[in-house]
Each structure stands twice: as C-alpha cells, then as structure tokens.
C-alpha cells in the first residue's frame, strides 16, 4: 500500500533508553508524505495526548511507522 495523508496507521514508541518505559504502538495519522517517502504524522499517544513526529520511515523497528494488521470480520 502508499501512504497518502489521512491514512491511519501504527506508529511503535522506542522506549526509553534506561528501559523504564516499554516500546509501545500507538494509532497515528498520516499528516504529508515527504519526497524522500518519509512521512510527517500526529501520533495519538495512549496516555490522552498526541504529538507530532517528523521524517518517520515505514518499519517494524522503533520510532517507525507500519499498517496495522487487516482484519477480517
């Protein structure tokens, strides 16, 4: 699939370094696709808030974004 602006995807947390906060996934929303294929996006945070991140390659790995699984009903 392309990401295209308003597509809702999953954005995985790092963590933090000294290991007291976990990676975590969070729902976030495509706000522009950069040239490169980065993509600019408000990450919907699972404490309430959100947040805007920058320059976020598509991955499984931290601070990356990635579809969320289909699901069949």
Same mark, same amino acid.
């Given at each position: 699939?392309? +990401?295209?602006? !308003?597509?809702?995807?999953?954005? $995985? $947390? %790092?963590?933090?370094?000294?290991?007291? $906060?976990?990676?975590?996934?969070? %729902?976030? #929303?495509?706000?522009?696709?950069?040239?490169?294929?980065?993509?600019? #996006?408000?990450?919907?945070?699972?404490? @309430? !808030?959100?947040?805007?991140? $920058?320059?976020?390659?598509? !991955?499984?790995?931290?601070?990356?974004?990635?579809? %969320? +699984?289909?699901?069949? @009903?």
């Amino acid at each position: 699939m392309t +990401p295209s602006i !308003g597509r809702i995807v999953i954005y $995985h $947390h %790092p963590g933090s370094a000294d290991g007291l $906060h976990p990676r975590k996934d969070s %729902p976030a #929303m495509i706000q522009r696709v950069n040239e490169d294929g980065t993509c600019e #996006m408000i990450v919907f945070s699972v404490y @309430g !808030g959100l947040f805007f991140n $920058h320059n976020v390659t598509e !991955g499984d790995g931290p601070s990356q974004w990635a579809w %969320p +699984p289909r699901v069949e @009903g």
